[in-house]
């Protein structure tokens, strides 16, 4: 199958940056759409931000100018630079990536495990 393992996260202070990063493995014919969601304790998970192939970018409104999303096809990596990092960015950051497995008929998505990202004087 697909595995995605992320790394990167950590504890911050306000003002702060981070960078995340998500790598994919497995038997894997195509990525299409990659992503990062997150949740923050008592919330539902929200979209951070996507890319499709590698230019097309979509944002959350409460990181735009701030997160910057890319993907390295070649690795199957995508990125997440996270700067002017705020308390309200405080969540559990998942990969997400939409994948068409080797004898697959369509794509599936995929999750990662979570990395915790806190941001905190």
Do not use: H
């Amino acid at each position: 199958q697909v595995q995605l393992v992320e790394a990167g996260g950590g504890l911050v202070q306000p003002g702060g940056s981070l960078r995340l990063s998500c790598a994919a493995s497995g038997i894997i014919y195509s990525i299409n759409a990659m992503g990062w969601y997150r949740q923050a304790p008592g919330k539902q998970r929200e979209l951070v931000a996507t890319v499709i192939g590698d230019y097309n970018t979509n944002y959350a409104d409460s990181v735009k100018g701030r997160f910057t999303i890319s993907r390295d096809n070649a690795k199957k990596t995508v990125y997440l630079q996270m700067n002017s990092l705020k308390p309200e960015d405080t969540a559990v950051y998942y990969c997400n990536a939409n994948v068409r497995t080797v004898g697959a008929a369509s794509p599936y998505d995929y999750w990662g495990q979570g990395t915790q990202v806190t941001v905190s004087s």
